[in-house]
């Protein structure tokens, strides 16, 4: 059994910092990339920022500046340091993984989206 487990989500001032962390715990043979989606109310999910396994990074122009992703290896964790944020960052943000698992006949490569978790930023 896979799951990504989330931390680091909470409320901040505008201006102010936040940090995500996600863990993809469970049997994996690899990670392709591993990244962060957020979904405001009313709205639909939109990529923040990924990291694949050759380290190429993939953001949106939105948090470009701002926001860093990074990963840790070894961990099989994935970071989002977030920096300079604005009210308009508020969102559920969810963690996402593109992974090679073993699912009992075969290997391949499955999607996995972590429970989200709130970020809210005031003005």
């Known amino acids: 059994q896979v799951q990504l487990v989330e931390s680091g989500g909470g409320l901040v001032q505008a201006g102010g910092s936040l940090r995500l962390s996600c863990a993809a715990v469970?049997?994996?043979?690899?990670?392709?990339?591993m990244g962060w989606y957020r979904q405001a109310p009313g709205q639909q999910r939109e990529l923040v920022a990924t990291?694949?396994?050759?380290?190429?990074?993939n953001d949106a122009d939105s948090v470009k500046g701002r926001f860093t992703i990074s990963r840790d290896n070894a961990k099989n964790t994935v970071y989002l340091q977030m920096n300079s944020l604005k009210p308009e960052d508020t969102a559920v943000y969810y963690c996402?993984?593109?992974?090679?698992?073993?699912?009992?006949?075969?290997?391949?490569?499955?999607?996995?989206w972590g429970q989200g978790t709130q970020v809210t930023v005031s003005s």
């Open positions: 469970g049997t994996i043979l690899d990670i392709n990339a």
């Open positions: 990291i694949t396994s050759g380290s190429s990074i």
């Open positions: 996402f993984a593109d992974l090679r698992i073993h699912n009992g006949w075969y290997t391949t490569t499955r999607a996995y």
